[in-house]
């Protein structure tokens, strides 16, 4: 060193510091990485080279309450990349492009999945079979074809609203599956595995394999037949010449509270849901409400017998019309008043003044009393069905309520209701006076099939007395068997029911044409397994009452589920409306056919409820026997004298028209080849010009008066 020059030895010096500076920076980098960072970077480290891929659980099934599936999850194909081992590969424009290709996808978005900072991204899920197969040939760098479960529904569109349905990460999102996501869906699984910088599986690396738990499996309180029933009727209806905007049927077994079907139509299929408006996701007869009309008067009618303010026989008398305060109420049949009547024939004819008056008897007994008993039948909440979105209905509060508003209520208006807090209510009446909570899943089972949690009938309150309810269901058999219902009559069987026509409330009023027919009744009558609601939205064209379109369709399916369910009919006699108390048949008016060709005269007699025996080989009716505007028994056959056509052009005998439908009178006069002048919109006809028995010549036109019952009654509230 003393040989060196001052200069040089400054250099070194200058070189030792800055050595020494570098060391001790270096070794407090490596402290400061090591003490401060070290926890960090571990992890870090470890999830550079480990992966977990999730084990997805397998979703439960659903099935009806005889086992039959209706959702269940199926093995599907998903595309994933580890984008690591792509962009390695050079090829990852080539492979973005196939992948786009074969996935239609937009090729720019494959590429930024498959060359993201990531060491996985899935690419696409749930693909075909087909499809997967072409990918797994091409055997192309980086990507993989995984195996995951998809929800399937093997039935399509049955029981969609009460099904919902799961999204492409098995999560519910609609109806039970969403209300029972938390039971179906399982507990996820994964494997945790070591793999090195290329993506590769370390050999002999640390594997962890934690087992999902599969989901449980549901049985549904529902039947996959009667569900069909109702679907097929109502795809029958919603195809027809006249469809509704909607229409929806429930059925529940009065003794427990399960529902045996739900069905809507419009409907959605679940397989393929985001190809339907998701307004069509929602099952109107859990979340929408709706004014009951006639059907409620069952309610009133409960309530009344239960309290004791009326009896069967006490005496009523209809003028058509009833005033409470400053207004009129006026019965759906004003135009022909009911007159002298009995309660029972007062619900028989469902007669609105007559309810008026009941429903003010009961809230002048004790304030309040009506409104307890609608919340004692469970309107104004929620049933607690595990459906989302369930409605509680709109009431009027009550220090709102005046006698107006108690007398629109006793006939089914001023307040709204949900379907099925309807058929709750009318259960309770069918199985002796109980409000049982509805219910739609029955057992929950696990993977071995063992039932993890069963559901019993929950009994909510008593409302009415059990000989009430024997009342209550004995009146209601004569709506059927005599009265507004007599639609709804099933040939053997006491059925029992009520039928609705009520206007639709928009903007405040009601709307113009817009009504919701309904018929809700129970079967058999004396000891009820089934009670049904069967709800048309605005029926298309002519009829729109709920005895006219909503009984028929109630008497198709009540037919085949008690025939399904193997009720033994109770009686072989004809227990309609056209037959007395001791068993005779009703008396009709014949309608003068002479002079008619007999093809017109035997369709006259048809539609009378006749029927037509010919004698003669001529092609025109020249007498018959009984002659016309006499009155025989239902069914009575006509003798009919078949000549020459000479007498063709000669006079007619204008029919009886009085109560007659616009329809019927039309295809009548039109059959005896008369003309149809009509004053009215439609309803049943109360007045004609010429009168019957009066003779005019072929092709000459008869006036007709018709009265809409539904325009005319109590539902549109008259000031005076």
């Known amino acids: 060193m003393a040989g060196l020059s001052v200069k040089m030895r400054k250099k070194i010096t200058v070189v030792l510091v800055f050595m020494f500076v570098m060391f001790f920076a270096v070794l407090f980098k490596l402290g ?44 599907s194909d998903s595309v994933s990349a580890n984008p690591v081992q792509v962009k390695n590969s050079g090829k990852s424009q080539e492979i ?62 049955l029981a969609a609203h009460i099904l919902g349905f799961a999204g492409i990460d098995n999560q519910g999102l609609e109806g039970l599956e969403k209300a029972r996501d938390d039971d179906l869906k399982g507990i996820s699984g994964s494997i945790s595995g070591e793999f090195d910088a290329k993506g590769q599986p370390i050999p002999f690396g640390q594997q962890v394999y934690v087992q999902p738990q599969n989901g449980y499996n549901m049985v549904l309180t529902i039947d996959e037949n009667i569900q069909y029933f109702c679907e097929r009727e109502l795809d029958q209806l919603l195809n027809g010449e006249a469809p509704p905007k909607r229409a929806s049927i429930l059925i529940m077994n009065p003794k427990t509270g399960e529902i045996l079907a739900m069905a809507n139509r419009p409907a959605y299929d679940p397989n393929n849901y985001n190809d339907f408006e998701q307004a069509l996701y929602r099952n109107a007869l859990v979340t929408d409400v709706y004014e009951p009309g006639s059907t409620f008067k069952i309610i009133t009618t409960s309530t009344a017998l239960q309290e004791g303010v009326v009896s069967l026989e006490e005496g009523f008398y209809d003028p058509g019309y009833i005033t409470v305060g400053k207004h009129r109420i006026k019965c759906w049949r004003s135009y022909n008043p009911h007159g002298s009547q009995s309660f029972a024939e007062v619900v028989q004819n ?234 005779t048949v009703k008396e009709i008016v014949v309608p003068d056919v002479v002079n008619l060709s007999l093809a017109d005269a035997e369709k006259a007699l048809l539609l009378c409820g006749l029927e037509a025996q010919i004698s003669g080989n001529g092609s025109v ?43 019927e009178v039309a295809e009548l006069l039109g059959a005896m080849g008369l003309k149809l002048s009509s004053n009215g919109s439609g309803g049943i006809a109360n007045e004609q010009d010429p009168l019957p028995g009066v003779q005019v010549m072929p092709g000459q036109s008869v006036q007709v008066n018709f009265i809409d019952p539904e325009a005319e009654k109590a539902l549109a509230i008259i000031d005076q």
């Open 32 to 75: 400061y990485v090591q003490i401060v960072q070290g926890a960090e970077l571990r992890v870090k480290a470890e999830n550079d080279h480990t992966r977990d891929i999730v084990v997805a659980a397998k979703r439960g099934e659903i099935s009806d309450r005889n086992g039959k599936t209706l959702a269940v999850s199926i093995t």
């Open 96 to 157: 973005a492009g196939f992948l786009a290709h074969i996935l239609d996808m937009d090729e720019e978005t494959v590429l930024k999945k498959i060359t993201a900072n990531s060491s996985y991204v899935w690419v696409k899920r749930k693909i075909d079979f087909e499809t997967a197969v072409i990918i797994r040939q091409q055997n192309l760098p980086g990507i993989r074809i995984e195996s995951e479960t998809k929800r399937s529904y093997p039935k399509g569109m």
């Open 350 to 583: 469902s007669c609105n003044p007559g309810f008026v008056e009941v429903g003010l008897r009961i809230e002048n007994k004790k304030k309040g009393l009506f409104y307890e008993y609608i919340r004692n039948f469970g309107f104004g909440q929620p049933t607690g069905i595990e459906l989302y979105g369930e409605g509680k209905g709109l009431m009027i509060k009550e220090e709102k309520l005046m006698n107006i508003d108690i007398a629109t209520m006793s006939i089914g208006q001023s307040i709204a209701v949900t379907p099925l807090q309807m058929v709750a209510a009318v259960s309770a009446v069918a199985n002796g006076g109980t409000l049982l909570k509805p219910q739609i899943v029955r057992e929950i089972r696990d993977d071995d099939n063992n039932v993890v949690q069963a559901f019993a009938p929950q009994e909510v309150r008593r409302v009415i007395t059990e000989e009430t309810a024997v009342t209550v269901r004995d009146v209601l058999e004569r709506v059927v068997t005599k009265g507004t219902g007599s639609r709804a009559y099933i040939p053997g069987m006491r059925v029992a029911g009520k039928t609705g026509t009520a206007q639709k409330a928009e903007g405040g009023r009601y709307a113009e044409g817009k009504y919701v027919a309904s018929f809700i009744g129970l079967a058999p009558a004396n000891d009820p397994q089934i009670v049904a609601l069967v709800i048309i939205d605005e029926p298309g064209g002519y009829p729109y009452q709920g005895g006219q379109v909503a009984a028929p369709v109630f008497q198709v399916i009540v037919s085949d589920v008690l025939r399904y369910l193997g009720v033994v009919p109770q009686s072989t006699g004809d227990l309609r409306q056209d037959v007395e108390e001791d068993g």
């Open 621 to 663: 009716v020249n007498s018959q026997v009984p002659a016309g505007l006499s009155r025989v028994k239902a069914g009575t056959a006509v003798l009919l004298n078949a000549g020459s056509s000479t007498v063709s052009n000669g006079v007619i005998t204008v029919p009886d028209l009085t109560g007659k439908r616009q329809k």
